[in-house]
């Protein structure tokens, strides 16, 4: 079975500061990660996914997450963070059967404060 | 182009009613899923379209709940007797295939709120 957990519930860093976004997940066939953000009343948009190849990836808005099997983990990162990017964020694996379903975390709120 | 709509995009009803949610996936995305998100339970699952069947139902938390998808395009999903547990988001996300890494692209939410 796949589950995501992402420490912190609420994480809040001041403008320019670095963004870190913990994701740990657990999957019994290679996993393919997502993380998204979602924006007060607003759907969830993709930020950024691995699904094979460099474990290195870059999204939008600045952000990109780096995985580790090692360590199973999938955390989001941005260097420095903007006013804009106050939201909840979701980190997600994919369902290892046919459907391509999604298998969530409970989510991080991040709070940039000025 | 136009991104997944769903409709209303608010309803509040009372307790034991039935309601419809309605979402209108992107042109051409054969793969539907519906999720709900809610405070005590984050986001789930609840079913996934290919094309007009359900191969997989397994998130529907019980007979209450149905869904339908008609034309390969719009679906409903469909709450009868609704309780307050069932208040939450409801969202719809559709994308070109159930192939794996597909993105989803997902709708704005339905908040349905049962008095």
């Known amino acids: 079975a796949q589950s995501v957990t992402q420490l912190g519930s609420h994480v809040s860093v001041s403008e320019g500061a670095l963004v870190l976004l913990r994701c740990n997940y657990s999957s019994s066939v290679p996993p393919y990660l997502f993380w998204y953000v979602q924006y007060p009343n607003q759907g969830l948009q993709l930020l950024l996914k691995y699904t094979t190849g460099a474990t290195l990836v870059k999204g939008i808005n600045g952000f990109e997450a780096e995985f580790k099997k090692s360590e199973t983990s999938f955390h989001l990162t941005k260097p420095s963070a903007h006013m804009s990017d106050a939201a909840e964020y979701f980190c997600?694996?994919?369902?290892?059967?046919?459907?391509?379903?999604?298998?969530f975390g409970t989510g991080t709120l991040l709070a940039v404060q000025p | 182009g136009a991104g997944v709509s769903q409709s209303p995009s608010n309803k509040v009803t009372e307790k034991g009613k039935d309601v419809e949610l309605r979402c209108d996936p992107i042109?051409?995305?054969?793969?539907l899923y519906w999720y709900r998100q809610s405070l005590g339970q984050g986001l789930e699952f609840l079913i996934y379209f290919q094309g007009n069947s359900a191969p997989d139902k397994s998130g529907l938390p019980s007979d209450r709940f149905s869904a339908e998808r008609t034309g390969g395009s719009v679906s409903t999903l469909t709450i009868q007797r609704t309780q307050q547990e069932d208040s939450a988001v409801y969202l719809c996300?559709?994308?070109?295939?159930?192939?794996?890494?597909?993105?989803?692209?997902f709708g704005p939410g339905t908040r349905l709120t049962v008095l």
């Open positions: 042109s051409g995305h054969t793969a």
């Open positions: 996300a559709s994308s070109l295939g159930g192939q794996l890494g597909n993105e989803q692209f």
């Open positions: 997600a694996v994919r369902n290892g059967g046919a459907t391509n379903k999604l298998i």
